[in-house]
T-cell receptor, first 115, second 110 residues
Framework: DAGVIQSPRHEVTEMGQEVTLRCKPISGHDYLFWYRQTMMRGLELLIYFNNNVPIDDSGMPEDRFSAKMPNASFSTLKIQPSEPRDSAVYFC?????????????FGPGTRLTVL | QKEVEQNSGPLSVPEGAIASLNCTYSDRVSQSFFWYRQYSGKSPELIMSIYSNGDKEDGRFTAQLNKASQYVSLLIRDSQPSDSATYLCAVKNYGQNFVFGPGTRLSVLP
């Protein structure tokens, strides 16, 4: 398996632009998580899905952020409009609860810079 | 009060020594505890999970859990320069809500 795939790996955009981050979880995993990591705030859970359904979005910072999971193999995190304070590394992670571990597998991350 | 706390470090130990990393958490109902390693510029990777009080050993790594004291630790024996990384403590609370600590930066000096 190729692991969790994220694209793009790097994104540089200007304030006010729409940004879309993409994630393909590991096949067969029923949970998908979106995290944001900054030096100031560390690794924060933004939202997670179970079987494509959003379960907890309490970590989404504000209405400018939205996430979707239209099918089991694809999820997006959208920021519209983007602001400089959104600059961070965004990670997607997935795991299967059918196993007896809670091992989350993280993607390589998307480094977002908003100018 | 932060839910998961760790010393930010850096923690420096000489090669071959034991590195001791500590973590405290605030939610008494937490049931699952994890240690992740994150190299600079890379994504976190799970190295240990622990669910019951006591010790759990895996190679050079030992995780220790004390739910009464709300304390989790990670010991790395025979530390190697390749162990130099940031170690993140994580706690799973209600549902599948994973809360990560700020991480402790470990530096193993050759």
């Amino acid at each position: 398996d190729a692991g969790v795939i994220q694209s793009p790996r790097h994104e540089v955009t200007e304030m006010g632009q729409e940004v879309t981050l993409r994630c393909k979880p590991i096949s067969g995993h029923d949970y998908l998580f979106w995290y944001r990591q900054t030096m100031m705030r560390g690794l924060e859970l933004l939202i997670y899905f179970n079987n494509n359904v959003p379960i907890d979005d309490s970590g989404m910072p504000e209405d400018r952020f939205s996430a979707k999971m239209p099918n089991a193999s694809f999820s997006t995190l959208k920021i519209q409009p983007s602001e400089p304070r959104d600059s961070a590394v965004y990670f997607c992670a997935s795991y299967s609860q059918r196993g007896y571990t809670d091992t989350q597998y993280f993607g390589p991350g998307t480094r977002l810079t908003v100018l | 009060q932060k839910e998961v706390e760790q010393n930010s470090g850096p923690l420096s130990v000489p090669e071959g020594a034991i590195a001791s990393l500590n973590c405290t958490y605030s939610d008494r109902v937490s049931q699952s505890f994890f240690w992740y390693r994150q190299y600079s510029g890379k994504s976190p990777e799970l190295i240990m999970s622990i669910y019951s009080n006591g010790d759990k050993e895996d190679g050079r790594f030992t995780a220790q859990l004390n739910k009464a004291s709300q304390y989790v630790s990670l010991l790395i024996r025979d530390s190697q320069p390749s162990d130099s990384a940031t170690y993140l403590c994580a706690v799973k609370n209600y549902g599948q809500n994973f809360v990560f600590g700020p991480g402790t930066r470990l530096s193993v000096l050759p």
